[in-house]
């Protein structure tokens, strides 16, 4: 499974981004979907997670009620809609897929969010 990410810019605080993964591979639909992100002098870190099958969801606790993760398996595609954007939200996100949420076997390479205040 390759992963293409792509949607990052920059935007000001209160503003909206929409990210994508775009993931070529027949067995994509398979895989749980995750997105991740690393600040600046900062260690990578979990933002959300869908699995494949149910769509179940799972958020970090800085992004629940501003970001929603979906994705659209006709289209081998995640998303991550970002809402209420934080100068903190500043990071360049990653896209993952895995055998299970919280498995990262496939990485994207990445994408720069700028939040400006």
């Known amino acids: 499974v390759q992963l293409q990410a792509s949607g990052g810019g920059l935007v000001q605080a209160g503003g909206s981004l929409r990210l994508s993964c775009a993931a070529s591979g027949r067995t994509f639909s398979r895989y749980a979907a995750s997105w991740l992100r690393q600040a600046p002098g900062k260690e990578r870190e979990f933002v959300a997670d869908?699995?494949?099958?149910?769509?179940?969801?799972d958020y970090a606790d800085f992004v629940k009620g501003r970001f929603t993760i979906s994705r659209d398996n006709t289209k081998n595609t995640v998303y991550l809609q970002m809402n209420s954007l934080k100068p903190e939200d500043t990071a360049v996100y990653y896209c993952a897929a895995g055998v299970y949420p919280g498995r990262y076997d496939y990485w994207g390479q990445g994408t720069l969010v700028t939040v400006s205040s």
């Open positions: 869908i699995t494949w099958n149910n769509g179940r969801t």
